[in-house]
């Protein structure tokens, strides 16, 4: 339970001086700035071992937060006065980009004339893996990387960081700021992807690195970054089903490219019959490319992308899929394809916000006594994680029941 969100209820403490095993007289919380967003972290009474406390350091994690309720405990942990204590900060501001860790400078080279010989020649220097983007990001990758973490708290930290971008992305006033979230959202899934899927090929790498520049792929990296959200929030935190869905998202529209453009690029509602049969080959079509020209690509990415366009009430394409023959991962990515549709314009030219744009789903459906598009039970979560603004107790309750969740597997693990 955590005792507030307001940050100006804790003061910071540094990561790196905490004790290697010794356990530890407070609670530990985390505090995101581009969502002001807190969690918590550790429970008073865990130990945090030396291999724990380098992991998470190495991961841009300078500091971490504690209650005001819990400094007297602080202070004797630490051995420090009360006018040695941290000052609790003013509230901050969400920040557009978290800083990058801070390195040491390079001492200046030495003069030319007193310069030492150049070492041997021993081959190409091991490439420096770059610096976390988002706090967010790290911290999902240092969780899913470390072993020491039960796999249940694993998914209950790493679904609550995902409740909370949910959070963030659904409460954009307007298309330009949700563009805006969108970007930081794909940030921290990038950062999650680098630090964690050794199975996520130079494919997918370059094809988000070139969204920045081409506007054309910014639906299909949308979509990969809405399907991993979802599946992390959902507690689906397997490495290899991550990069998988980041793939199937980035991939999903590869068939356009055998599409007659006048018909691909028509807002979906403008689509006379004839255009909308030419649009729905797209799948088969880039199944095919796949197959030609990737066979590398997992099966799953191939299944995933066969069924981004199927239906819950079997009217999808382009095998009239119904219920719960849909794989379950896939809906995740068929959810994302469609609220972004929405949300791009792409359904009937008008940009929305993501918030907007699953409204009205949640409106297709209410209409019918059998749902349409999705299973219902995973809609009702996304819609729920992302009602925030309009329901400011949704994600909280939400979130202080996976807090729950973690610390009775943390407390049953120690018991």
């Known amino acids: 339970m955590i005792p507030s969100k307001d940050i100006a209820e804790y003061f910071p403490a540094e990561f790196s001086k905490l004790r290697v095993d010794s356990e530890i007289p407070f609670h530990l919380y985390l505090y995101f700035p581009q969502n002001r967003h807190l969690i918590l972290w550790k429970n008073l009474g865990e130990t945090l071992s030396a291999e724990f406390l380098e992991r998470y350091s190495g991961r841009s994690l300078n500091r971490i937060w504690i209650h005001k309720s819990e400094k007297a405990a602080y202070l004797s942990y630490m051995g420090l006065s009360e006018s040695e204590a941290p000052l609790a900060p003013a509230p901050e501001a969400p920040k557009a980009a978290v800083e990058a860790p801070s390195r040491p400078e390079s001492p200046a080279p030495p003069p030319a004339a007193t310069a030492a010989p150049a070492p041997a020649d021993t081959g190409p220097l091991p490439v420096e893996a770059p610096p976390p983007r988002t706090e967010e990001g790290a911290l999902i990758a240092a969780t899913m990387n470390a072993p020491e973490v039960p796999p249940e708290a694993k998914k209950a930290v790493v679904a609550q960081i995902a409740q909370g971008v949910l959070e963030e992305l659904g409460e954009a006033d307007s298309a330009r700021d949700q563009v805006k979230r969108n970007e930081k959202a794909r940030e921290i899934i990038q950062d999650v992807l680098e630090g964690t899927s050794a199975s996520a090929t130079s494919l997918v790498q370059e094809i988000w690195k070139m969204a920045d520049i081409d506007p054309d792929l910014e639906h299909s990296v949308n979509v990969a970054t809405y399907a991993v ?33 006048r018909a691909s690029r028509r807002p979906w509602v403008e689509m006379d019959d004839a255009s909308h049969l030419q649009y729905r080959g797209h799948v088969p079509a880039g199944l095919a490319l796949l197959a030609r020209h990737a066979p590398d690509v997992p099966e799953r990415v191939r299944a995933i992308i066969g069924q981004t366009h ?3 009430d079997g009217s999808g394409y382009p095998e009239g899929l119904r219920g719960f023959k849909l794989d379950d991962v896939a809906q995740l990515v068929a959810m994302s394809e469609f609220v972004d549709s929405i949300s791009s314009g792409q359904w009937d030219g008008q940009r929305r916000t993501l918030k907007d744009a699953l409204q009205i789903i949640e409106g ?52």
Do not use: Y
């Open 229 to 261: 959200v979802f599946a992390m929030a959902f507690g689906r935190i397997d490495q290899e089903l991550v990069a998988d869905l980041a793939m199937a998202g980035l991939l999903h529209d590869i068939g356009l490219c055998q599409v007659d453009g």
């Open 310 to 312: 199927e239906k819950f």
């Open 364 to 415: 297709f459906e209410r209409k019918r006594s059998f749902p349409e598009f999705f299973n219902p039970e995973v809609f009702a979560e996304v819609m729920r994680w992302t009602k925030s603004a309009t329901d400011p107790n949704a994600l909280s309750e939400a979130a202080q029941a996976v807090g729950q969740q973690a610390k009775q597997v943390v407390d049953s693990k120690a018991a």
